[in-house]
């Protein structure tokens, strides 16, 4: 086999494998990217979730003094007639 042959032969080789050592490495790059996409919407529905509970116990808070108002002013009517 002449030289040229196999320099050839061993540039085909490597550029085959360095190929393929990129896909592979590609690849995994987007999964781990994918993965932490997956992640941060998690994060986002635990922090919706955390709001939302909030927003629930203030409308909770402000009905309680609401109720409270309405009872009061109620009391008052009934004393004033």
């Given at each position: 086999m002449s030289l040229a042959s196999r320099i050839t032969l061993y540039s085909a080789c490597a550029f085959s494998a360095a190929i393929i050592g990129f896909v592979h490495y590609k690849q995994y790059s987007d999964r781990?990217?994918?993965?932490?996409?997956?992640?941060?919407?998690?994060?986002?529905?635990?922090?919706?979730?955390?709001?939302?509970?909030?927003?629930?116990?203030?409308?909770?808070?402000?009905?309680?003094?609401?109720r409270e108002i309405e009872r009061q002013s109620a009391a008052l009517n009934t004393q004033n007639e």
């Amino acid at each position: 086999m002449s030289l040229a042959s196999r320099i050839t032969l061993y540039s085909a080789c490597a550029f085959s494998a360095a190929i393929i050592g990129f896909v592979h490495y590609k690849q995994y790059s987007d999964r781990e990217k994918l993965h932490e996409g997956v992640v941060k919407d998690v994060e986002r529905q635990q922090r919706r979730k955390i709001e939302n509970l909030y927003m629930l116990q203030q409308q909770a808070e402000l009905t309680k003094q609401l109720r409270e108002i309405e009872r009061q002013s109620a009391a008052l009517n009934t004393q004033n007639e």
